[in-house]
Each structure stands twice: as C-alpha cells, then as structure tokens.
T-cell receptor
Framework: AQSVSQHNHHVILSEAASLELGCNYS??????LFWYVQYPGQHLQLLLK??????LVKGIKGFEAEFIKSKFSFNLRKPSVQWSDTAEYFC???????????FGTGTKLQVIP | EAGVAQSPRYKIIEKRQSVAFWCNPI?????LYWYQQILGQGPKLLIQ????????DSQLPKDRFSAERLKGVDSTLKIQPAKLEDSAVYLC?????????????FGPGTRLTVL
C-alpha cells in the first residue's frame, strides 16, 4: 500500500521568509506526486504535480517541488512567502499499481505580515 | 468553465438520522470521486465512479453509506443511519478520464456535523 507523511502540521512564517514543507511517501514503484492547496474558505486546488521527467517541478504562484526518488521525498518550496500564501497544503501520491490517490494529513501554513 | 458543484454546503443532523449529499462534476468529466475528510486528516477516498459504474468502493462503509451516479453525470452520497464519527467534510471531485495521470478537480465540500 502507498502512504504519505507530512511531518510539519503547523508552520508559522513571517512574510518574505523561505518555505520548505516536507513530504515523504512510501511506495517502491512508479509514482505520481501532487501538492494541493486549500486557501481559507476555498476548495482544494492543484498547486503542482510530478509525473515524469525533470524532478524539479514548478507550479503556480512561485511554488516548486523537487522529487528525490532515493529519499522518497517531494518537498514543497517557495523562496519568499506572502501573507496570501496562508493556507493548508496537502501532499498526495498515486501509482499505477494502487490507482487511488492517497493524501497526507496536511500542513497548515500561517504567514504573518 | 464551471467547477464541481456540491450541495448543501453545511448540514447538521442527529445520530441515527439519514442525510444525502449531491455533486455535479465538471461537464465532460467521466470520473467522479467522493472523499471523506475528517478534521486534522487528509481526504480519504470513499468511492470512485467511471461514468455510471463503480471503479473502487473498497473504503466505503457499505452498511451505512451508499452512492449512485445513475446517468453518468451527477451523483448522490447517502448516509443512513449517521453516527457521530461521520462528522467530516465530504468532498466531491472529478477528472476527465480517471487515468493515472489525470488531475482531480475538487468541489467546495459539504460539512456534516452529527450530534
């Protein structure tokens, strides 16, 4: 079975600070990896995804994530956060052998102006 | 392009009552998903439809939960009877074909409180 771990449950940063949210998955085969974001009062939306190719994936709003296969990791990064990045971030994985998408427990990011 | 629509947005019921949620996916999307998101957890897939057929319902508590997608478009998820532990946000999502690489688009969810 596949699983996803997000070790940071709640992160508080000041504006302009750099962000890195951890995501580790457990599945030995081919995977697709996703980061979803849920802004306050809004629905879940896709931030970025990795299927194959360049392990450094760029998403919307200046976010990027790097797939490191040897570490089973897909950490989310942003060099300088804004107050508007306050949201909950979910890492997710699926695979050809497991089909269904498995989500992590989420990380709540609070950016202080 | 209209997004995934869900109703109601909020529902409060007492335990042992029944409740139903409705979802209308993005037009043209063949695959529809229902997720349960308990507070502090990530979404958990309950059931996946491909057109009007069930692809995966392995995590659906079938003794109390049921879902249908009769015409391959909108869908209804029902809980009967509800338990306290069913309090959660119920998310509907859709994707174009449900393939391995498809992106899922989520609706706003229905927040259910069981008293």
């Amino acid at each position: 079975a596949q699983s996803v771990s997000q070790h940071n449950h709640h992160v508080i940063l000041s504006e302009a600070a750099s962000l890195e949210l951890g995501c580790n998955y457990s599945y030995g085969g081919t995977v697709n990896l996703f980061w979803y974001v849920q802004y306050p009062g809004q629905h879940l939306q896709l931030l970025l995804k990795y299927f194959s190719g360049d392990p450094l994936v760029k998403g919307i709003k200046g976010f990027e994530a790097e797939f490191i296969k040897s570490k089973f990791s897909f950490n989310l990064r942003k060099p300088s956060v804004q107050w508007s990045d306050t949201a909950e971030y979910f890492c997710a994985v699926n695979s050809p052998g497991y089909q269904k998408v498995t989500f992590g427990t989420g990380t709540k990011l609070q950016v202080i102006p | 392009e209209a997004g995934v629509a869900q109703s109601p947005r909020y529902k409060i019921i007492e335990k042992r009552q029944s409740v139903a949620f409705w979802c209308n996916p993005i037009s043209g999307h063949a695959t529809l998903y229902w997720y349960q998101q308990i507070l502090g957890q990530g979404p958990k897939l309950l059931i996946q439809f491909q057109n009007n057929g069930v692809v995966d319902d392995s995590q659906l508590p079938k003794d109390r939960f049921s879902a249908e997608r009769l015409k391959g478009v909108d869908s209804t998820l029902k809980i009967q009877p509800a338990k306290l532990e069913d309090s959660a946000v119920y998310l509907c999502a859709s994707s174009y074909q449900g393939g391995f690489t498809d992106t899922q688009y989520f609706g706003p969810g229905t927040r259910l409180t069981v008293l």
